[in-house]
């Protein structure tokens, strides 16, 4: 899994590439909050465009990343995902649980 960052105004843009299964969840989740501790203002958004695979694993840290942020009255958001990840999501009943966009731009219109 590989990870990208931007920010832009008061929102860090991060941007996700490969599989998020098992293996990859925790190194993951790592990576992720170390940007939002350096970042201690910011919302986020997860633009998920290049994510081909998502376990359950991958949602835990989304749930988490969600947690954490909410406690700093911070927003997540989720943007461009791909069928299979957006089947996941469906699957377990998450779609109303995230805020989703279809694109980046909409996500930080919002």
Do not use: W
């Amino acid at each position: 899994m590989s990870l990208q960052y931007r920010e832009t105004d008061n929102t860090l843009v991060i941007s996700l590439a490969g599989r998020m299964d098992v293996h990859l969840a925790s190194e993951t989740e790592g990576q992720l909050n170390d940007l939002i501790k350096t970042h201690p203002t910011s919302n986020v958004i997860l633009n998920l465009e290049d994510v081909e695979y998502m376990s359950s694993s991958g949602l835990r840290v989304f749930v988490s990343l969600m947690r954490t942020l909410k406690e700093s009255n911070r927003d997540l958001k989720l943007c461009n995902l791909s069928i299979a990840v957006r089947k996941v999501f469906e699957v377990v009943e998450l779609m109303d649980m995230f805020d989703i966009y279809e694109s980046e731009e909409e996500a930080l219109a919002s």
